[in-house]
T-cell receptor, first 110, second 115 residues
Framework: SQELEQSLQSLIVQEGKNLTINCTSS?????LYWYKQKYGEGLIFLMM?????EEKSHEKITAKLDEKKQQSSLHITASQPSHAGIYLC??????????FGQGTRLTINP | GAGVSQSPSNKVTEKGKDVELRCDPI?????LYWYRQSLGQGLEFLIY????????KSGLPSDRFSAERTGGSVSTLTIQRTQQEDSAVYLC?????????????FGNGTRLTVT
């Protein structure tokens, strides 16, 4: 079955700095979601990537899917306190299950 | 409704009691999912519904867990004889249809504490 790894459990950056969060798959990704979760809340959909080499941006967040479709990255430019939260990648886990990585907790220090 | 609604938002129960968690999906969404998120853990897939049907129940942690969906809308997740290891946040999500092309919309979850 599909497994998604987010090797960074926690990331602390200074406000205004750029950062990248990665998500690696054990198998080819035929579609990948990025979600954000704030404490006590559900997950908020950010972006979906489907094609190798695809890149999407929303405000200061850019997500990419590599050509081999086994790794995705989420890049935040000029980070702000509002970017703080847990970022999770999700994908089709086979057997009609949508699975998620463990998440990367992002803290923005002023 | 405007979003996925879950109730209760918090539930504290004694070990051995049964609990019922409710999920109201976005109107018109045919697919509905239940996940569990334990402290320090990722999202654990439990079960999904296509309409009222749950094709695969193997993700449910034990036979104490059951779920149903009626009228293609509201779903309930029932945990019988709760144990302390059941303590977690239970998240429900819905999507227009099942599949990678249809993003999931999550509720805020039910935080279950078993004492």
């Amino acid at each position: 079955s599909q497994e998604l790894e987010q090797s960074l459990q926690s990331l602390i950056v200074q406000e205004g700095k750029n950062l990248t969060i990665n998500c690696t798959s054990s198998k080819t990704l035929y579609g990948l979601y990025w979600y954000k979760q704030k404490y006590g809340e559900g997950l908020i959909f950010l972006m979906m990537l489907q094609k190798g080499g695809e890149e999407k941006s929303h405000e200061k967040i850019t997500a990419k899917l590599d050509e081999k479709k086994q790794q995705s990255s989420l890049h935040i430019t000029a980070s702000q306190p509002s970017h703080a939260g847990i970022y999770l990648c999700g994908a089709d886990g086979g057997a009609q299950k949508l699975v998620f990585g463990q998440g990367t907790r992002l803290t923005i220090n002023p | 409704g405007a979003g996925v609604s879950q109730s209760p938002s918090n539930k504290v129960t004694e070990k051995g009691k049964d609990v019922e968690l409710r999920c109201d999906p976005i109107s018109g969404h045919t697919a509905l999912y239940w996940y569990r998120q334990s402290l320090g853990q990722g999202l654990e897939f439990l079960i999904y519904f296509q309409g009222n049907s749950a094709p695969d129940k193997s993700g449910l942690p034990s036979d104490r867990f059951s779920a149903e969906r009626t009228g293609g809308s509201v779903s309930t997740l029932t945990i019988q004889r709760t144990q302390q290891e059941d303590s977690a946040v239970y998240l429900c999500a819905s999507s227009l249809e099942w599949g990678i092309n249809s993003p999931l919309h999550f509720g805020n979850g039910t935080r279950l504490t078993v004492t």
